[in-house]
Nanobody, 118 residues
C-alpha cells in the first residue's frame, strides 16, 4: 500500500522560509515522478513543482526562483524548500506520486498547512 506523509508546514512571516518533506512508503520511490501541489481556500488545487526519478524539475511560474524541489531516493523522501514566502503562498500543500510502471493510479498525501502572515 502506497503511503505519502507530508510534514514541515507552519506559520511564517512574509519573506521567511520553510522546508516541506514528503515521505513515501510501499513503493519503489526512485522510479516515479513526484510533485507538490497546493490549494488555497475556495480555489482549485494547483501544481507547484514536479521532479522526475532522475531529478528533472518543473516549476509553476509563480514560484520560480523562490522554491526548490528535490528528492533523496535513498531516504524515499521529497522536499520543497520555500524561500521569500509571500501572503499568496498560503495554502494546504500536498505531495503527489504520479502513476507509473507498477502503480496504476496517482497517490496523494494528506496535506500540510502553510500560512504566511504577520
Amino acid at each position: 500500500q502506497v503511503q505519502l506523509v507530508e510534514s514541515g508546514g507552519g506559520l511564517v512571516q512574509p519573506g521567511g522560509s520553510l522546508r516541506l518533506s514528503c515521505s513515501a512508503s510501499g513503493v519503489i520511490f526512485s522510479i516515479y515522478r513526484m510533485g507538490w501541489y497546493r490549494q488555497a481556500p475556495g480555489k482549485q488545487r494547483d501544481l507547484v513543482a514536479t521532479i522526475s526519478g532522475g531529478g528533472d524539475t518543473n516549476y509553476a511560474d509563480s514560484v520560480k526562483g523562490r522554491f526548490t524541489i528535490s528528492r533523496d531516493n535513498a531516504k524515499n523522501t521529497m522536499y520543497l524548500q520555500m524561500n521569500s514566502l509571500k501572503f499568496e503562498d498560503t495554502a494546504v500543500y500536498y505531495c503527489k506520486l504520479f502513476k507509473g510502471p507498477l502503480v496504476t493510479t496517482d497517490y496523494w498525501g494528506q496535506g500540510t498547512q502553510v500560512t504566511v502572515s504577520t
